[in-house]
């Protein structure tokens, strides 16, 4: 499931890694913010949009889905989607927005998937690989998932943007370890932690590449046309067209 990047009170402290997957307390204030917001509505969800090109036909497993922006908008666009994610209360706001019919199901990335070998042509993973703390096991699951060919479309926090902003907060963070993060969210008045892990680019190619995909594309991509104009103060200090926000990969089963 995707995020917003606000402003957070965080701590370098031991969490319980289902935390990761705590959205259901946020779960309607989450979506809200999702729907309009900078860092979702106007760039990760287009990038990752223009990444996956035409998907008429094709059969999409949206892993992490939310509660369903992307697959929606996958499934506008003529694709067969099935959208898993490990909150039930996003789940329940995906139904109602895309209706009985739409394949949703309960599944934790950290576990076996429930699908055959072969199935999808596409998986896209948006937002959703930074909770893991280990990305071995969930990727070879999704490769196994995925038809000869097939494509893996994924975005996960950029980890400059988070190196250079733990920097700025006076932490000597070492961008060559991978470390865990958890922060306090507030949403819709309710609040939730989110546990992440961080890790620098290399140890994200690796894995990729260990897990049998060729990476074909690694995408640092602009807003979409008229963010500037309508987020003018998140913009004041930006230089240029775009920032540091997110880090998309286009990857293929070799």
């Not at 546990?195 to 979409?224: C, H, Q, Y």
């Not at 008229?226 to 926000?245: N, T, Y």
Request: hydrophobic share 40%; glycine share 8%.
């Amino acid at each position: 499931m995707g995020h917003m990047t606000p402003v957070p009170e965080s701590a370098a402290i031991p969490a319980d890694p289902v935390q990761a997957y705590n959205y259901d307390g946020i779960a309607e204030g989450y979506t809200a913010e999702n729907e309009t917001s900078l860092m979702n509505a106007y760039y990760e969800r287009p990038a990752m949009l223009e990444l996956a090109g035409d998907v008429a036909g094709r059969r999409i497993l949206d892993a992490g889905c939310g509660s369903g922006p992307l697959f929606a908008e996958l499934r506008d666009r003529g694709a067969v989607v099935t959208g898993i994610d490990a909150s039930a209360g996003m789940l329940e706001l995906a139904r109602r927005r895309l209706g009985a019919d739409a394949d949703l199901r309960i599944a934790d990335l950290a576990n076996p998937l429930p699908f055959p070998d072969n199935t999808f042509d596409d998986v896209t993973a948006s937002l959703v690989l930074h909770y893991l703390r280990d990305w071995g096991p969930t990727l070879t699951e999704l490769r196994r998932v995925l038809k000869p060919g097939g494509r893996l479309i994924a975005s996960v926090e950029h980890p400059f943007a988070i190196w250079i902003a733990e920097r700025s907060d006076g932490k000597t963070t070492d961008y060559f370890q991978t470390r865990q993060r958890t922060e306090e969210w507030t949403l819709g008045g309710q609040s939730t932690q989110l546990t992440f892990w961080d890790r620098p680019l290399n140890a994200m190619t690796d894995a990729f590449t260990a897990s049998g995909f060729r990476i074909d594309v690694i995408s640092e991509p602009r807003p979409a046309p008229g963010a500037r104009d309508l987020f003018p103060e998140l913009f004041h200090e930006v230089v240029g067209e775009s920032f540091l926000g997110f880090l998309f990969f286009d990857l293929r089963t070799a």
